[in-house]
């Protein structure tokens, strides 16, 4: 596995040589440092971790201050871990990694955290119907979540029962997304398709080999 | 860079840029649009009013309108959409808004636009 930090800008379409639209994600990736190298001996597994987007010293405690001192970079905002990087890839401590880890064409994994959505009902968090007609006298139950379970056996609501409640605002893994363009003097990447999240927040671009 | 820069960094490089004349909700403009058929690539004309122009920048569009045997057929371009051979811009209408969705209700001679005085 290999992967960088990234930010997610905002959607944009282009065309391919067919001239079909695709929509695509812009991705700033990287440059990402590595801030430590987690080996088998002394943490029991193997894997770096990645530091991304620059942050203000006035805004890091100390601990993290000694910690990017130690890589002899200034403090970053994200850090992420990434078990073992492919062979090709063997990355050391302090070392930098860019967007040149991709190639334009390949499959990719993305993880970003998805869009709050507040306290929702069953309908839209779980996809439920909603109970009978809109009407024939029907009143009130459009949007309702039905029955939650049987009477004096269980006599309670099992555990795990769909119901309303918060939505959104979950890490979430989109697999399988095509790189559809990279523009390694700034960064970028263009990903077809959506990206979880809002622009502006951080996700996770990972790649399996 | 911030992301507004990055965004109109991405459109002005990787999107090719089309060269169209300047038009607007109101006129009436001709678009020549390539079609394939298997291998074969023709030109069809689609002429009618342009109802509005929607979105910003490479994902911008464009609504035209026209009557076709008395049904009212709409059709939505990207404006940088590679299939747009040329547009030709027919007559420049005067209208008091840019999205003119009122013409939609209206038949016949009240459908009219008045043409700009050059």
């Not at chain 2, 009436?28 to 020549?32: G, S």
């Given at each position: ?5 990234g930010?997610?800008i ?19 990736a990287?440059p ?18 990645l530091?991304f987007?620059?942050?203000k ?9 000694g ?6 970079i ?9 078990s073992r990087?492919?062979s ?12 040149d ?8 994994d ?10 929702q ?7 439920f119907?909603?109970?009978g007609?809109?009407t ?8 309702a979540p039905?029955?939650?379970g ?15 409640g ?17 523009i390694?003097?700034?960064n970028?990447v263009?990903?077809?398709?959506a990206?979880?999240g ?8 990972e790649?399996?080999k | 860079?911030?992301?507004?820069e990055i ?7 990787v999107i090719?840029?089309?060269e169209l ?6 006129d ?5 649009y ?12 689609f ?9 910003k920048?490479?994902t911008?569009?464009?609504t ?18 590679p299939?747009?051979d040329?547009?030709?811009?027919n ?28």
């Open positions: 596995m290999s992967g960088l930090i930010k997610k905002g959607m944009t379409s282009v065309y391919d040589a067919d001239g079909k639209n695709i929509p695509c994600t812009v991705i700033l990287g990402c440092v590595v801030t430590q190298v987690r080996s088998k001996e002394k943490d029991g597994y193997e894997a770096i971790q530091a987007d620059d942050k010293e006035k805004q890091t405690n100390k601990a993290e201050r910690h990017f001192a130690k890589a002899g200034s403090p970053k905002k994200v850090l992420a871990e990434f990087f492919e090709g890839h063997q990355k050391t401590f302090g070392d930098i990694i860019k967007v880890i991709f190639e334009e064409g390949e499959y990719i993305v993880v970003g955290t998805s869009k709050g959505k507040g306290f009902g069953v309908v839209k968090r779980h996809n119907a909603g109970v007609q809109a024939h006298g029907q009143h009130n139950r459009l949007r039905g029955s939650i049987a009477s004096s056996w269980p006599s309670r609501v099992f555990k795990g029962m769909k119901m309303a918060r939505m959104g605002g979950n890490r979430v893994k989109l697999v399988n997304l095509q790189i559809v363009k990279i390694s003097e700034k970028l263009l990903v077809k398709g990206v979880p809002s622009n502006g927040s951080y996700v996770i671009i790649r399996w | 860079m911030n992301k507004a965004m109109k960094y991405v459109e002005d490089n090719e840029k089309r004349p300047a038009f607007k909700a109101g009436t403009i001709t678009v020549h390539k079609i394939k058929e298997g291998n074969k690539e023709r030109i069809q004309n002429q009618g009013v342009v109802l509005q122009r929607a979105g920048g490479a911008e569009t464009f035209v309108r026209k009557i076709s045997g008395n049904i009212g057929v709409e059709r939505i371009f990207p404006v940088s959409s299939f747009i040329k547009i030709d811009v007559k420049r209408g005067v209208v008091r808004r840019a999205r003119i969705f009122y013409l939609r209700e209206l038949q016949g001679k009240k459908a009219r636009i008045k043409e700009k005085r050059k």
